[in-house]
């Protein structure tokens, strides 16, 4: 069955960074990250996987009475955001959660996990 794993995390932390500081914080990042999509790539090796521009970017649409709204987005009550996403075709729920553990931002942020519908 096809997992979506969406990846919300607390960006603040690190978006408040120096450029230098924020790439040395990454660099010691991606070895974990690399290993938690190597852990993917072998239940699914077509599993997908995107991270997405700072929230600064987004926009939210909004249609109310028929009248389009566009505000700068995303607004949440909550200072986690949406960071990325995988796709990937797992065995079975509890599998997806041992996946979706093993997803850095899950110490600290959090991975919810739910199926795709098709």
Known sequence: MKYAFLIYDDPTSW??????????FRAQE?????????E?????????G??????????????RDGERMVTDGPFAETKEVIGGFFVADVPD????????AQIPSAEGGSIEIRPVLG
């Not at 993917?40 to 997908?48: E, I, M, R, T």
Request: proline fraction near 6%; charge should be negative.
């Open 93 to 100: 729920l509890d599998d997806a959660i041992r996946l979706g």
């Open 50 to 63: 995107y991270e997405l521009e700072s929230r600064s970017t987004a926009k939210v649409v909004r249609v």
């Open 15 to 24: 978006e408040s960074l120096p450029e230098d500081e924020a790439l040395k």
């Open 30 to 38: 991606m070895p974990r990250w690399e290993a938690a999509m190597g």
């Open 40 to 48: 993917l790539a072998s239940v699914d090796p077509n599993f997908a």
